[in-house]
């Protein structure tokens, strides 16, 4: 059985939760696990050791960029085979220089993988390259298209969720039957909520990575998209929220999902508490 195990046809074969690992298992044999599997072809393999070798290896440390170069070929392999994910996390790359600096950004490149993740039927694609034409970022504007887009992500994302898990309420809103942390409100306003998507291994990974390693300080800031959880390679890489400047994001897509499921009342709470605080400043000072 050990023999089978390694076998390259096997490794080739191993389904994602076969080969998904948790930080606390993370050791040599368990990278050199998900090594042997990348070499017998497996795409999952490659994703999840790409964005692993990106994102936390390659973050930190002597042969950060060795692992960061590794991290994208693993995704560059994955993207050739038709996978969506890895495409669409190329395109986030490249929008931000991820791990080679602000000077690398190529926003062009990171537009034309976001559309090929999108003919793949990646949802979160689907949502940052509408938000990329409504916003003109990295192509000429056009709000009518990037609008058809967005909606199509959300039509999409409520046919998947309705057909591989039921939904408490068809028209539920927030509040009424359903929790905004179960549950992942559609940012179109449809009026429907569907459940939140199981978090992939690879941002599982990544979030449970930088809980464990708290001597990275504060420098280090995670996507504020729970679902996501991408870690900055430099400061003031990803966006950051325009009205209370707490919350960054990696995305446009990742900004608009959480603003809508979570931080539009944790935003307004945060500005008012600072008004107050402005206001008691002032108030000091005359007294």
């Known amino acids: 059985m050990n023999r089978l195990g390694k076998n390259p046809l096997v490794l080739e074969k191993a389904t994602l939760k076969s080969i998904s690992i948790r930080v606390e298992n993370w050791s040599p044999p368990a990278h050199k696990f998900l090594k042997r599997c990348v070499r017998a072809g497996n795409v999952e393999a490659c994703y999840l050791l790409g964005m692993i070798e990106c994102y936390c290896l390659g973050l930190r440390g002597d042969g950060c960029h060795t692992h960061t170069r590794k991290g994208l070929s693993y995704l560059l392999r994955a993207s050739r085979r038709g996978h969506a994910a890895a495409t669409y996390s190329l395109a986030v790359i490249f929008f931000n220089g991820t ?23 990646y949802v979160d694609a689907m949502r940052e390259l509408g938000h990329c034409l409504q916003d003109g970022y990295g192509v000429a504007k056009d709000v009518p298209r990037g609008r058809r887009l967005l909606l199509d992500a959300n039509t999409r994302e409520l046919a998947v969720s309705r057909s591989s898990r039921p939904v408490a309420s068809a028209a539920a809103l927030p509040g009424e039957g359903s929790s905004r942390s179960e549950y992942c409100y559609l940012h179109s306003d449809f009026g429907c ?11 599982r990974f990544m979030a449970e990575w930088f809980q464990t390693r708290q001597n990275l300080g504060e420098s280090v800031r995670l996507c504020a998209n729970a679902n996501c959880s991408r870690p900055e390679t430099r400061r003031f890489e990803f966006r950051v929220c325009s009205m209370c400047a707490l919350a960054c994001y990696c995305s446009r897509a990742c900004q608009a999902v959480h603003w809508k499921t979570v931080h539009s009342a944790a935003c307004t709470a945060a500005i ?3 008004r107050v605080r402005i206001f008691n400043n002032a108030l000091a000072r005359f007294e």
């Open 193 to 203: 909520d569907v459940p939140a998507p199981e978090v992939h291994p690879a941002n």
């Open 99 to 121: 791990g080679m600096g602000k000077s690398q950004e190529n926003l062009s490149t990171g537009f034309s993988l976001c559309q090929r993740a999108t003919q793949l039927g």
């Open 272 to 274: 008012a508490a600072r």
